[in-house]
Structure formats: C-alpha cells, structure tokens
C-alpha cells in the first residue's frame, strides 16, 4: 500500500534528505586516492549525528555501517574496508538519515582522481538516466514510465540495467511501497498521485544486466566484472509534478574547489 504523504511530512523528509545532502558534501570534500570507505563511514555517522538526526541504515535489516560504499564492479550495498581507493576507481557512496522519524536516502558515484573515459561516460549516462526519470514522476503518468525512461537511455547506449535491486517509496520506514524498476513498460504500475514520496536510483552497468551477492551477503557486483554507477534522489510529487528533495549542491561546490 502506497502512503501518500502531506505537505507538512514532505517538508520533514526534505530536511532528512538536505542531511544526507550534506554529509554526502563532506564525503566529496574528504574522498580521494588513500582515502579508505572505513574513514568517510566515522566521518559521515559523526555529522549526521551532529545534524540532530540518526544514521539512516546502520542497524537496519543489520547493517553495520552508516555508509554504503561501492567501487567499480560493486554495484551498491559495498560494506567499508580499510582499502584506500586508488587513482581511476569509480565510488558509489549511498547514504541515509532518519529524522524526526522520516528517512532521507540519496547516492552518488565519485570519480577519484583521473578516470576512464569509458567510466567518464558511464557515470554522465547514469546521471541522464535518473533526470530523466524524475521528468516521468508527475500526475497523469504509471509508475512504470519512470523505468521505461531510465531503461530506453541506458540501452541506447549499450549499457545494462539492473533489474534485480529497484528504486522504492520513502517516509517513515527506508523501503515502502511502491516499488520503482529502473525498467519497464509505459503504462504499468500505480498512477502516479500528488503525495507520492520515492526515492529513484539507476543502478547501470558498464555490460550486463546481471548481478551476484558475495560472501558478505551484502555487497552486490556485476557478473562480468565491468564498472556499475549509481545515482539516486529523493523525489516528491507536489501539484502534479516531481520535486527533488535532495541535492547534489554540496557535493558539486566540493569537487570545484577541488579542481
């Protein structure tokens, strides 16, 4: 059942979302080659705790971590090791905060140092991708035509798209209904109504679609063992249209400074 959401809620969740907004800022700030995913999860558990709010995932379905750190062939769900990344790695950093009893959930791929140009592609497809399927969240369209979007882009390109992890609603709890596949058919699924709160994240890889779990019976890589990006927003629907929640301002203001 889908749990539409008031303007008073939305409001809440934009500030649990602006959290995680900004940690991921810090996260942009900090990571670079020698830096380790174990030394950005101290850091980001720090500053959402600072912020008033509780790390989003640590402890839940018993997570261990308050980031999620996934490098090259790692597709999302990446535990933090003490491996320092290395110049060309490709780093996707999901993130989450619950605040006054509503989550924000938002990623982002880091490029650390100089990358591939092949991974330079992947990464700004991936991004087209989620915008795109932000354009589809508005009254008047079905669920499914969010995934149709992200799954037309991505293969245009020849890329895979992951179908066996989903974008999914939001609000009290971190996974709700309804579902949001980053492929599909239009005109299927729920329509789309104002209060519709969901997080949309492409998970696209650099070949197949396919996926396995390790050992760890977390971390998710890609079959072949080529590089997967992942981007992800909190999304609203408010007078019909798709409102982002979050924000990649702070992570963007961080790498300029950086260049």
Sequence with gaps: MII???LDEIEI?????????????????????????????????????????????????????????????????????DTPFMEGDIVSVDCGSLYKEYYGDHAYTFEIGTVSE????LLKVTLECLE?????AKVG???????????????????????DLVGHGLGKSLHEDPQVPNYGRRGRGKKIQDGLTI?????????????????DNWTIVTEDGL?????????????????????FKYIEEALAKKQ
Excluded: W
């Design 141 to 163: 369209n079905r669920i499914s035509d969010i995934g149709f979007a992200i799954q037309q882009h991505a293969e245009k390109h020849g890329y895979g798209v992951v179908r």
């Design 199 to 215: 997080a949309i994240e492409p998970m696209i890889n650099m070949g197949t679609e396919k996926v396995v779990q390790l050992d």
């Design 118 to 121: 092949e991974k330079k592609k």
């Design 132 to 136: 795109l399927g932000i354009a589809e």
């Design 13 to 81: 969740m934009r500030e649990a979302a602006q959290i995680v907004s900004r940690t991921l800022g810090k996260v942009a700030e900090m990571i670079g080659p020698g830096v380790t995913p174990r030394q950005l999860d101290e850091m980001a558990e720090a500053y959402i705790i600072s912020q008033g709010a509780i790390p989003g995932f640590k402890g839940l379905y018993g997570c261990p971590s308050t980031l999620l750190i996934s490098v090259n062939e790692q597709v999302v769900h990446g535990l933090p090791t």
């Design 227 to 247: 590089p997967s990006a992942h981007f992800e927003h909190d999304i609203a629907v408010i007078n019909g249209k798709p409102e982002i929640l979050s924000t």
């Design 4 to 6: 539409y959401k008031s």
